[in-house]
């Protein structure tokens, strides 16, 4: 029902800022919720940013509060990560994923995979320090 493809990931030194966007075809896009998660060798994929159909409402992991900020756009179907003063700690592969809002916005159910549906195929963030 719902297509998602990443974009934007690649080789950056600690510091540099970088963009993800996610692309999405298929069932009507609005209406979801949309999230990044990653996941880097031996660990697990958590959490990332996620935010509400409307773009009013945001859930940020810890560990990138202040850096990372998540945004949609529903009239190109695309959702962004904008992470800025990268860590070395943020090498992982990031997915896209989208799950249902007919739920309300409950950061204990948005932070979890299986709230999601459906992910893309990940794309590649590495930083060197």
């Known amino acids: 029902q719902v297509q998602l493809v990443e974009a934007g990931g690649g080789l950056v030194q600690a510091g540099d800022s970088l963009r993800l966007a996610c692309t999405a075809s298929?069932?009507?896009?609005?209406?979801?919720?949309m999230a990044w998660f990653r996941q880097a060798p031996g660990k697990d994929r958590d959490i990332v940013a996620t935010?509400?159909?409307?773009?009013?409402?945001?859930y940020y992991a810890d560990s990138v509060k202040g850096r990372f900020t998540i945004s949609r756009d529903n009239a190109k179907n695309t959702v962004y990560l904008q992470m800025n003063s990268l860590k070395a700690d943020d090498t992982a592969v990031y997915y896209c994923?989208?799950?249902?809002?007919?739920?309300?916005?409950?950061?204990?159910?948005?932070?979890?995979?299986?709230?999601?549906?459906?992910w893309g195929q990940g794309t590649q963030v590495t930083v060197s320090s």
């Open positions: 994923a989208a799950g249902p809002s007919s739920l309300a916005f409950v950061p204990s159910q948005v932070r979890r995979r299986a709230f999601y549906d459906y």
């Open positions: 298929g069932r009507t896009f609005s209406r979801y919720t």
């Open positions: 935010i509400h159909w409307s773009g009013d409402t945001t």
